[in-house]
């Protein structure tokens, strides 16, 4: 089971893993935390703008629909709203119904609920920044955490049905640094341009800041770097690389259902997939916990469990 934030998420972090255990005979689960009401039309190739000005709920459900068709899985909403990102100095509050501010139980109750009927071995959520600093992402790190915590637990959400433990709980590493400097390299060694020169610039900044941190728990006075990035991005090593060489094309497929959010010419398809099948052919994820034995480094996210 992964739990996702918004419709298109799935598509973008582990699609591929997800489509070949579904072919391997796994039962696999996309858990979709909100309607995705507050997204904006992110692709300007996109036809039919009156559409999405009327309903983008709707249009995203449409587009969940045929990703899920895309990667042979089930898929359940939790059914909370979209907070949006917000922007602006200072940042405006975010809706008092959204799933963000929602009170960690009352987020956490159906999650726990779908874990006890669909009874998953693995669970695989965002860190705990989200990934990104999404609020929506943010959330979904916790009622995940908080599921595989309590979802075992016979006295937790006892109105949720009986208790199911799941095995192992895995962190979400598709932003993995290494895969972008190795992607980098290989455009470059090409001779060509890399898309990912922008995204390097980032990452040598987001070391910098660590090291700043790190020199200040030390009980240095260190000032902050020249440039700052906005946040930090959790440092969890990547325990897990499953194969995926064989399967991108279902991750394609999933993207582009997602019409409204994923330019087909954009970011995501920046590197052609004979490339991903040379230089990194894996999606990337951090054990975060085991109740099963199980050896690292592991190429298969049932590792212990077969």
């Known amino acids: 089971m992964a739990v996702h934030a918004h419709p298109d998420d799935e598509s973008s972090k582990g699609a591929a893993m997800m489509a070949a255990y579904v072919e391997a005979g796994a ?4 858990v979709t935390c909100t309607g995705g009401e507050a997204g904006d039309l992110l692709n300007p190739q996109y036809e039919d703008a009156v559409r999405t000005d009327r309903d983008i709920a709707a249009v995203r459900r449409d587009e969940m629909a045929e990703a899920v068709a895309a990667l042979g899985i089930r898929h359940e909403w939790l059914g909370f709203l979209d907070s949006g990102l917000p922007e602006g100095d200072p940042l405006p509050a975010l809706p008092s119904n959204c799933f963000a501010v929602t009170p960690l139980r009352t987020a956490a109750a159906p999650l726990v609920s779908l874990v006890r009927s669909f009874r998953p071995h693995v669970l695989i959520a965002y860190d705990e920044e989200g990934g990104y600093p999404h609020p929506d992402h943010i959330q979904a790190h916790h009622v995940t955490v908080e599921a595989y915590r309590a979802a075992g637990d016979p006295a937790a959400y006892p109105e949720t049905g009986p208790a199911w433990e799941v095995s192992k709980l895995y962190y979400d590493r598709a932003f993995n640094p290494e895969k972008y400097r190795t992607l980098h390299e290989a455009f470059v060694a090409a001779g060509d341009e890399s898309p990912f020169g922008q995204r390097m610039s980032f990452y040598a900044q987001m070391e910098t800041m660590r090291e700043v941190l790190r020199r200040r728990e030390a009980g240095e006075d260190v000032p902050d770097p020249e440039h700052v990035p906005a946040w930090v991005m959790p440092d969890h090593p990547v325990t897990t690389q499953v194969p995926v060489a064989d399967y991108l094309e279902h991750r394609d497929a999933a993207l582009r259902a997602h019409r409204t959010q994923v330019d087909p010419d954009g970011p995501f398809f920046a590197a052609p997939n004979e490339m991903l099948r040379a230089a990194w052919p894996w999606e990337d994820y951090c054990l975060v916990d085991s109740r099963v ?14």
């Open 293 to 306: 034995p199980t050896q690292l480094p592991e190429d298969d996210v049932f590792a212990g469990l077969r």
């Open 27 to 30: 039962e696999v689960m996309v």
